[in-house]
């Protein structure tokens, strides 16, 4: 198996008001198969799909699906990138579960929860520059 995640596909209760909540984030729909919305990411896509239809997909109940203990991490330029997308979320209805701040490491993070209760972590890593594009890999791009 190839070391990479392709499509990440978020179980969702409403998906009308948690596209709207991603719509609000400034995030693009794209053309998707009836019953899933899914908007493009650098290299990868986030797809929104009904959680009663995803496990229905699985042969489980709903119930034993939950958001699981994890987080969607966004990394931003600097922290000006933190403070904006924790703006935007807070705008567009997301419960923020820790304002910006400095953090041990030597980062800057937020985090934030949107409609469905799945966790996302705005960070800017000064040991992860962002390659022109955007796109992040850990320790960064220099001279690998």
């Known amino acids: ?36 919305i899914v908007y493009d990411l650098l290299g ?34 600097d922290k000006a990138g933190v403070d904006a997308v924790t703006e935007a979320a807070r705008a567009a209805g997301a419960r923020i579960l820790k304002e910006p701040g400095e953090v041990f490491w030597g980062g800057y993070i937020a985090y934030f929860a949107d409609p469905d209760g799945h966790v996302w972590e705005i960070a800017h890593n000064p040991f992860s520059p962002l390659r022109d594009d955007g796109a992040f890999r850990w320790q960064g791009y220099g001279g690998k």
């Open 44 to 77: 990868q896509s986030l797809g929104l799909y009904p959680k009663s239809d995803l496990a229905r997909d699985m042969g489980v109940d709903p119930e034993t699906l939950g958001t699981g203990a994890m987080t969607l991490a966004c990394n931003q330029r």
């Open 1 to 36: 198996m190839d070391p990479r995640v392709s499509l990440i596909t978020l179980a969702v209760d409403d998906p009308a008001r948690s596209a709207a909540f991603y719509d609000a984030l400034g995030w693009q729909r794209q053309d998707a198969p009836a019953g899933m």
